[in-house]
Protein backbone atom coordinates (compact mmCIF):
# COMPACT_ATOMS: atom_id res chain seq x y z
CA UNK A 1 0.00 0.00 0.00
CA UNK A 2 1.18 3.38 -0.93
CA UNK A 3 1.51 6.20 1.76
CA UNK A 4 -1.48 8.09 0.13
CA UNK A 5 -3.23 5.32 -0.45
CA UNK A 6 -2.76 4.45 3.83
CA UNK A 7 -3.37 7.98 4.58
CA UNK A 8 -6.81 7.79 2.93
CA UNK A 9 -7.81 4.91 4.58
CA UNK A 10 -6.62 6.04 7.96
CA UNK A 11 -9.33 8.81 6.90
CA UNK A 12 -11.98 6.32 6.18
CA UNK A 13 -11.56 4.98 9.51
CA UNK A 14 -12.04 8.22 11.29
CA UNK A 15 -15.12 9.46 9.38
CA UNK A 16 -13.60 11.60 7.06
CA UNK A 17 -15.51 12.97 3.56
CA UNK A 18 -12.14 11.82 1.37
CA UNK A 19 -12.25 12.27 -2.02
CA UNK A 20 -12.11 9.54 -4.06
CA UNK A 21 -12.04 8.78 -7.77
CA UNK A 22 -15.38 8.80 -9.65
CA UNK A 23 -16.35 5.15 -10.39
CA UNK A 24 -18.62 4.19 -13.70
CA UNK A 25 -22.33 3.43 -11.78
CA UNK A 26 -25.25 2.74 -13.32
CA UNK A 27 -28.53 3.48 -11.29
CA UNK A 28 -31.34 1.61 -11.97
CA UNK A 29 -35.08 3.12 -10.24
CA UNK A 30 -38.77 1.70 -10.69
CA UNK A 31 -38.72 5.64 -10.92
CA UNK A 32 -36.47 8.25 -12.24
CA UNK A 33 -37.56 11.75 -11.54
CA UNK A 34 -35.08 13.74 -13.99
CA UNK A 35 -36.88 17.44 -13.35
CA UNK A 36 -35.91 17.54 -16.82
CA UNK A 37 -38.80 16.24 -18.40
CA UNK A 38 -41.48 13.42 -17.54
CA UNK A 39 -40.78 10.93 -14.54
CA UNK A 40 -39.47 7.63 -16.37
CA UNK A 41 -40.55 3.96 -15.01
CA UNK A 42 -38.10 1.28 -14.79
CA UNK A 43 -35.65 4.07 -15.52
CA UNK A 44 -31.57 3.86 -15.93
CA UNK A 45 -28.87 6.77 -15.31
CA UNK A 46 -25.36 5.79 -16.41
CA UNK A 47 -23.05 7.85 -15.12
CA UNK A 48 -18.93 7.66 -16.39
CA UNK A 49 -16.22 9.86 -14.80
CA UNK A 50 -17.88 11.86 -12.66
CA UNK A 51 -20.83 12.64 -15.17
CA UNK A 52 -24.41 11.73 -16.66
CA UNK A 53 -23.40 10.21 -19.96
CA UNK A 54 -27.00 8.50 -20.13
CA UNK A 55 -30.56 8.64 -19.34
CA UNK A 56 -33.76 6.78 -20.42
CA UNK A 57 -35.99 3.81 -20.09
CA UNK A 58 -34.29 0.63 -19.01
CA UNK A 59 -35.14 -0.62 -22.48
CA UNK A 60 -33.44 1.47 -24.49
CA UNK A 61 -30.91 2.76 -22.07
CA UNK A 62 -28.04 -0.34 -22.04
CA UNK A 63 -26.17 -0.50 -18.76
CA UNK A 64 -21.93 -0.93 -19.70
CA UNK A 65 -20.70 -4.12 -18.79
CA UNK A 66 -18.29 -3.93 -15.49
CA UNK A 67 -20.22 -1.33 -13.81
CA UNK A 68 -21.59 -1.44 -10.53
CA UNK A 69 -25.53 -1.12 -10.82
CA UNK A 70 -27.41 0.47 -7.82
CA UNK A 71 -30.92 -0.10 -7.58
CA UNK A 72 -33.57 1.69 -5.65
CA UNK A 73 -37.74 2.56 -6.18
CA UNK A 74 -37.12 6.28 -6.43
CA UNK A 75 -34.04 8.24 -7.76
CA UNK A 76 -34.23 11.73 -7.99
CA UNK A 77 -31.38 14.47 -8.73
CA UNK A 78 -29.13 15.34 -6.04
CA UNK A 79 -30.81 17.60 -3.43
CA UNK A 80 -29.87 21.33 -3.18
CA UNK A 81 -30.33 22.91 0.10
CA UNK A 82 -30.66 26.94 -1.16
CA UNK A 83 -29.98 28.58 2.02
CA UNK A 84 -28.58 27.35 5.02
CA UNK A 85 -25.06 27.95 7.72
CA UNK A 86 -23.94 24.56 7.66
CA UNK A 87 -20.13 24.30 7.66
CA UNK A 88 -19.92 27.10 8.95
CA UNK A 89 -22.31 26.58 12.03
CA UNK A 90 -21.52 23.29 13.64
CA UNK A 91 -23.47 20.98 15.49
CA UNK A 92 -22.08 21.80 18.97
CA UNK A 93 -23.45 24.69 19.73
CA UNK A 94 -20.29 25.54 21.38
CA UNK A 95 -18.33 29.32 20.45
CA UNK A 96 -15.26 27.35 18.64
CA UNK A 97 -17.76 26.04 16.39
CA UNK A 98 -19.80 28.95 15.26
CA UNK A 99 -18.32 31.18 12.43
CA UNK A 100 -21.64 32.04 10.53
CA UNK A 101 -21.68 35.00 12.37
CA UNK A 102 -19.29 37.73 13.71
CA UNK A 103 -20.59 40.91 15.09
CA UNK A 104 -17.70 43.36 15.34
CA UNK A 105 -19.02 45.45 13.30
CA UNK A 106 -22.45 45.66 11.16
CA UNK A 107 -21.33 45.94 7.98
CA UNK A 108 -18.58 43.10 6.69
CA UNK A 109 -19.30 41.93 3.03
CA UNK A 110 -15.44 41.35 2.85
CA UNK A 111 -15.94 38.05 5.39
CA UNK A 112 -15.57 35.34 2.61
CA UNK A 113 -17.49 32.16 3.70
CA UNK A 114 -14.93 29.59 2.07
CA UNK A 115 -12.48 30.91 4.50
CA UNK A 116 -14.66 29.36 7.15
CA UNK A 117 -16.42 26.05 5.78
CA UNK A 118 -15.42 23.33 7.85
CA UNK A 119 -16.28 20.03 5.10
CA UNK A 120 -15.73 17.31 7.98
CA UNK A 121 -18.64 19.09 10.18
CA UNK A 122 -21.09 16.45 11.39
CA UNK A 123 -23.68 18.40 9.53
CA UNK A 124 -22.63 18.14 6.50
CA UNK A 125 -22.50 14.06 6.39
CA UNK A 126 -25.79 13.91 8.06
CA UNK A 127 -27.70 16.62 5.61
CA UNK A 128 -25.68 14.17 3.40
CA UNK A 129 -27.39 11.30 4.22
CA UNK A 130 -31.09 12.45 3.63
CA UNK A 131 -29.91 12.86 0.05
CA UNK A 132 -28.55 16.61 -0.08
CA UNK A 133 -25.77 16.78 -2.33
CA UNK A 134 -25.48 20.62 -2.86
CA UNK A 135 -25.74 22.95 -0.25
CA UNK A 136 -25.51 27.27 -0.54
CA UNK A 137 -23.91 27.96 3.04
CA UNK A 138 -22.44 31.11 4.24
CA UNK A 139 -22.69 33.54 7.06
CA UNK A 140 -26.21 33.96 8.23
CA UNK A 141 -28.42 36.59 10.05
CA UNK A 142 -27.44 38.70 13.06
CA UNK A 143 -25.50 41.65 11.12
CA UNK A 144 -26.72 43.74 9.06
CA UNK A 145 -24.35 42.62 5.93
CA UNK A 146 -22.66 39.53 7.81
CA UNK A 147 -20.79 38.53 4.70
CA UNK A 148 -20.43 36.08 1.40
CA UNK A 149 -22.10 33.11 0.76
CA UNK A 150 -20.74 29.70 -1.13
CA UNK A 151 -21.62 26.91 -3.21
CA UNK A 152 -20.54 23.61 -1.85
CA UNK A 153 -21.05 19.84 -2.62
CA UNK A 154 -21.84 17.85 0.44
CA UNK A 155 -18.63 15.93 0.30
CA UNK A 156 -14.70 16.42 -0.12
CA UNK A 157 -11.74 16.44 2.27
CA UNK A 158 -11.09 20.44 2.02
CA UNK A 159 -13.25 23.20 1.40
CA UNK A 160 -11.85 23.64 -2.11
CA UNK A 161 -12.51 20.18 -2.92
CA UNK A 162 -15.97 20.62 -2.21
CA UNK A 163 -16.72 24.35 -3.77
CA UNK A 164 -18.67 24.67 -6.76
CA UNK A 165 -18.95 28.88 -6.36
CA UNK A 166 -16.89 30.81 -3.85
CA UNK A 167 -18.71 34.10 -4.79
CA UNK A 168 -22.37 33.43 -4.73
CA UNK A 169 -23.97 36.36 -2.48
CA UNK A 170 -23.77 38.56 -0.66
CA UNK A 171 -25.43 38.11 2.43
CA UNK A 172 -27.82 41.00 4.06
CA UNK A 173 -30.17 41.07 6.99
CA UNK A 174 -33.43 43.75 7.71
CA UNK A 175 -35.12 43.68 10.52
CA UNK A 176 -34.88 42.95 14.56
CA UNK A 177 -32.13 39.93 13.82
CA UNK A 178 -30.19 42.51 12.54
CA UNK A 179 -30.70 45.26 15.40
CA UNK A 180 -28.26 45.67 18.48
CA UNK A 181 -28.96 47.26 21.93
CA UNK A 182 -28.38 50.20 23.55
CA UNK A 183 -26.46 52.80 21.72
CA UNK A 184 -24.73 50.65 19.32
CA UNK A 185 -25.96 51.01 15.57
CA UNK A 186 -27.76 49.80 13.91
CA UNK A 187 -30.95 50.56 16.19
CA UNK A 188 -33.85 50.84 14.43
CA UNK A 189 -35.12 49.92 10.63
CA UNK A 190 -34.39 53.12 9.31
CA UNK A 191 -30.69 53.42 10.43
CA UNK A 192 -30.61 49.34 8.81
CA UNK A 193 -31.31 51.28 5.78
CA UNK A 194 -29.56 54.01 5.94
CA UNK A 195 -26.45 52.35 6.73
CA UNK A 196 -26.95 50.04 3.42
CA UNK A 197 -27.70 53.21 1.07
CA UNK A 198 -24.33 54.37 2.32
CA UNK A 199 -22.34 51.61 2.20
CA UNK A 200 -23.09 51.03 -1.42
CA UNK A 201 -23.40 55.02 -2.19
CA UNK A 202 -19.54 54.83 -1.08
CA UNK A 203 -18.76 52.03 -3.25
CA UNK A 204 -20.17 53.49 -6.52
CA UNK A 205 -18.77 56.99 -5.84
CA UNK A 206 -15.43 55.62 -5.02
CA UNK A 207 -15.56 54.11 -8.42
CA UNK A 208 -16.72 57.15 -10.38
CA UNK A 209 -13.44 59.14 -8.38
CA UNK A 210 -11.69 56.46 -9.96
CA UNK A 211 -13.13 56.43 -13.24
CA UNK A 212 -11.78 60.37 -13.58
CA UNK A 213 -8.20 60.25 -11.92
CA UNK A 214 -5.12 59.83 -10.51
CA UNK A 215 -3.13 56.97 -11.08
CA UNK A 216 -1.83 56.70 -7.58
CA UNK A 217 -5.51 56.18 -6.11
CA UNK A 218 -5.47 54.42 -3.02
CA UNK A 219 -6.82 50.80 -3.94
CA UNK A 220 -10.07 50.37 -2.83
CA UNK A 221 -11.17 48.40 0.50
CA UNK A 222 -11.88 44.94 0.55
CA UNK A 223 -15.52 46.07 1.57
CA UNK A 224 -15.56 48.24 -1.54
CA UNK A 225 -14.42 45.48 -3.89
CA UNK A 226 -17.27 43.70 -2.62
CA UNK A 227 -20.04 45.90 -2.66
CA UNK A 228 -18.50 47.25 -6.55
CA UNK A 229 -19.62 43.28 -7.31
CA UNK A 230 -23.07 43.89 -6.29
CA UNK A 231 -23.47 47.15 -7.90
CA UNK A 232 -21.93 45.57 -11.27
CA UNK A 233 -24.46 42.83 -10.99
CA UNK A 234 -21.61 40.27 -10.45
CA UNK A 235 -23.29 38.95 -7.88
CA UNK A 236 -26.88 39.17 -5.88
CA UNK A 237 -27.45 40.79 -2.31
CA UNK A 238 -29.36 38.06 -0.56
CA UNK A 239 -31.54 39.78 1.92
CA UNK A 240 -33.00 38.06 4.86
CA UNK A 241 -36.37 40.10 5.21
CA UNK A 242 -39.55 38.45 6.54
CA UNK A 243 -41.76 40.87 7.71
CA UNK A 244 -43.62 42.95 4.83
CA UNK A 245 -42.38 46.57 5.49
CA UNK A 246 -38.50 44.82 5.22
CA UNK A 247 -39.27 43.12 2.20
CA UNK A 248 -40.46 46.29 0.64
CA UNK A 249 -37.52 47.76 1.83
CA UNK A 250 -34.91 45.28 0.32
CA UNK A 251 -37.54 45.93 -2.85
CA UNK A 252 -36.20 49.40 -2.77
CA UNK A 253 -33.12 49.07 -2.67
CA UNK A 254 -33.20 47.03 -5.55
CA UNK A 255 -34.71 49.66 -7.54
CA UNK A 256 -32.42 52.85 -6.29
CA UNK A 257 -29.15 50.44 -7.66
CA UNK A 258 -30.43 48.50 -9.84
CA UNK A 259 -28.85 45.47 -8.18
CA UNK A 260 -30.08 41.66 -8.57
CA UNK A 261 -31.73 40.79 -5.59
CA UNK A 262 -32.67 37.66 -3.70
CA UNK A 263 -35.19 37.55 -0.94
CA UNK A 264 -34.97 35.02 1.76
CA UNK A 265 -36.85 33.99 4.03
CA UNK A 266 -39.81 36.40 3.17
CA UNK A 267 -42.34 35.07 5.56
CA UNK A 268 -44.99 37.90 4.33
CA UNK A 269 -44.35 37.42 0.87
CA UNK A 270 -48.01 36.29 0.19
CA UNK A 271 -48.92 39.64 0.94
CA UNK A 272 -46.51 41.30 -1.59
CA UNK A 273 -47.09 38.96 -5.01
CA UNK A 274 -47.52 41.89 -7.25
CA UNK A 275 -44.60 43.83 -6.19
CA UNK A 276 -42.20 40.80 -5.94
CA UNK A 277 -42.99 39.59 -9.69
CA UNK A 278 -43.05 43.48 -10.77
CA UNK A 279 -39.36 43.67 -9.12
CA UNK A 280 -38.00 40.18 -11.01
CA UNK A 281 -37.02 39.22 -7.62
CA UNK A 282 -36.50 34.79 -6.49
CA UNK A 283 -37.00 34.38 -3.31
CA UNK A 284 -35.38 31.31 -1.13
CA UNK A 285 -38.33 30.88 0.88
CA UNK A 286 -38.42 29.93 4.96
CA UNK A 287 -38.89 26.53 5.60
CA UNK A 288 -42.55 25.98 6.06
CA UNK A 289 -42.24 24.13 9.93
CA UNK A 290 -39.85 26.81 11.46
CA UNK A 291 -41.12 28.09 14.10
CA UNK A 292 -44.23 30.48 13.90
CA UNK A 293 -43.19 33.25 16.32
CA UNK A 294 -41.12 36.68 16.51
CA UNK A 295 -40.46 37.48 12.75
CA UNK A 296 -42.15 34.76 11.12
CA UNK A 297 -45.32 34.50 13.47
CA UNK A 298 -47.41 35.12 10.23
CA UNK A 299 -45.83 32.36 8.40
CA UNK A 300 -47.31 30.23 6.45
CA UNK A 301 -47.28 26.39 4.80
CA UNK A 302 -49.00 27.42 1.86
CA UNK A 303 -46.65 30.40 0.73
CA UNK A 304 -44.90 28.43 -1.65
CA UNK A 305 -48.56 27.51 -3.55
CA UNK A 306 -49.51 31.58 -3.37
CA UNK A 307 -45.70 31.98 -5.04
CA UNK A 308 -46.55 29.61 -7.61
CA UNK A 309 -49.27 31.21 -8.64
CA UNK A 310 -48.13 34.48 -8.76
CA UNK A 311 -45.58 32.88 -11.41
CA UNK A 312 -42.84 33.76 -8.93
CA UNK A 313 -39.45 32.00 -9.22
CA UNK A 314 -38.69 30.27 -5.44
CA UNK A 315 -36.58 27.28 -3.97
CA UNK A 316 -36.80 25.93 -0.25
CA UNK A 317 -34.22 26.34 2.69
CA UNK A 318 -33.44 24.61 5.51
CA UNK A 319 -32.15 28.15 7.29
CA UNK A 320 -30.37 28.75 10.77
CA UNK A 321 -31.81 27.54 13.75
CA UNK A 322 -29.95 28.87 16.98
CA UNK A 323 -30.65 25.63 18.50
CA UNK A 324 -28.74 22.06 18.30
CA UNK A 325 -28.71 20.52 15.52
CA UNK A 326 -28.53 23.79 14.16
CA UNK A 327 -30.49 22.74 11.28
CA UNK A 328 -33.60 21.61 9.56
CA UNK A 329 -33.67 19.00 6.13
CA UNK A 330 -35.18 20.60 3.06
CA UNK A 331 -36.38 16.55 2.06
CA UNK A 332 -38.42 17.25 5.00
CA UNK A 333 -39.74 20.86 4.55
CA UNK A 334 -40.81 20.25 0.85
CA UNK A 335 -42.78 17.39 1.79
CA UNK A 336 -44.91 19.84 3.73
CA UNK A 337 -45.22 21.83 1.14
CA UNK A 338 -46.45 19.03 -0.84
CA UNK A 339 -49.26 18.52 1.91
CA UNK A 340 -50.14 22.41 1.42
CA UNK A 341 -50.87 23.82 -1.99
CA UNK A 342 -47.57 22.29 -3.95
CA UNK A 343 -48.13 19.48 -6.63
CA UNK A 344 -45.34 16.57 -5.40
CA UNK A 345 -43.46 17.51 -8.35
CA UNK A 346 -43.18 21.20 -7.89
CA UNK A 347 -41.86 20.89 -4.45
CA UNK A 348 -39.21 18.31 -5.56
CA UNK A 349 -38.38 21.40 -7.46
CA UNK A 350 -38.03 23.71 -5.58
CA UNK A 351 -35.42 21.50 -3.84
CA UNK A 352 -33.69 20.16 -6.93
CA UNK A 353 -33.87 22.35 -10.45
CA UNK A 354 -35.04 25.41 -8.95
CA UNK A 355 -32.91 25.98 -6.31
CA UNK A 356 -30.36 25.41 -8.59
CA UNK A 357 -31.16 28.14 -10.54
CA UNK A 358 -31.73 30.76 -7.93
CA UNK A 359 -28.01 29.84 -6.58
CA UNK A 360 -26.48 29.93 -9.89
CA UNK A 361 -25.46 26.06 -10.35
CA UNK A 362 -27.92 24.43 -12.48
CA UNK A 363 -25.49 23.87 -15.29
CA UNK A 364 -24.19 21.56 -13.37
CA UNK A 365 -26.32 20.27 -10.75
CA UNK A 366 -30.34 20.42 -10.08
CA UNK A 367 -31.26 17.91 -12.48
CA UNK A 368 -30.78 14.23 -13.97
CA UNK A 369 -29.08 15.00 -17.51
CA UNK A 370 -26.82 14.36 -19.75
CA UNK A 371 -23.91 16.28 -18.65
CA UNK A 372 -24.32 16.95 -15.58
CA UNK A 373 -22.46 16.31 -12.29
CA UNK A 374 -23.24 12.27 -11.75
CA UNK A 375 -25.09 13.34 -8.29
CA UNK A 376 -28.20 11.08 -7.57
CA UNK A 377 -30.25 10.52 -4.68
CA UNK A 378 -31.96 6.66 -3.78
CA UNK A 379 -35.36 6.15 -2.02
CA UNK A 380 -36.67 3.06 -1.06
CA UNK A 381 -39.90 4.93 -1.52
CA UNK A 382 -41.89 8.19 -1.93
CA UNK A 383 -39.04 10.51 -0.93
CA UNK A 384 -41.76 12.87 0.94
CA UNK A 385 -43.22 10.04 3.15
CA UNK A 386 -41.25 9.82 6.85
CA UNK A 387 -41.64 6.12 6.16
CA UNK A 388 -38.87 5.97 2.86
CA UNK A 389 -35.50 6.35 3.35
CA UNK A 390 -32.44 7.64 1.73
CA UNK A 391 -30.77 4.29 0.30
CA UNK A 392 -27.86 5.47 -1.92
CA UNK A 393 -26.36 8.75 -2.56
CA UNK A 394 -23.84 9.61 -5.65
CA UNK A 395 -21.67 12.69 -6.03
CA UNK A 396 -19.61 13.27 -9.18
CA UNK A 397 -20.05 9.26 -9.76
CA UNK A 398 -18.89 8.51 -6.25
CA UNK A 399 -20.96 6.81 -3.61
CA UNK A 400 -20.90 8.73 -0.50
CA UNK A 401 -23.40 7.21 1.45
CA UNK A 402 -25.04 3.63 1.18
CA UNK A 403 -27.96 1.82 3.52
CA UNK A 404 -28.83 -1.54 2.82
CA UNK A 405 -31.88 -2.50 1.47
Not at 275 to 280: D, F, L, R
Request: no cysteine; aromatic share 4%; hydrophobic share 45%.
Amino acid sequence: MTIVNKLLAGAVVFGLAVPAQAQDIAVRGEQVHTMAGPMIENGVVVIDDGKIVAVGPEASTPIPEGVRVMEAKVVTPGLVDARTVVGLAGYLNQDEDQDQLDESAPVQPQLRAIDAYNPQEVLVEWLRGFGITTIHTGHGPGALVSGQTMVAKTAGLTADDAMIRGDAMVAANLGPWALTDGSKSPGTRAKQIALLRKALLDAQAGEEEEGDTKAAAKPPSLQTQVLREVLAGRRPLLVTAHRSQDIMSALRLKEEFGIDLVLDGASEAYLLTDAIKAAGVDVILHPPMARQYGELENASFTTGAVLRDAAIPFAYQSGYEGYVPKTRVVLWEAAMAAANGLEWNEALSAITIDAARIVGVDDRVGSIEVGKDGDVALFDGDPFEYTSHAVGVVIDGEVVSETPQ
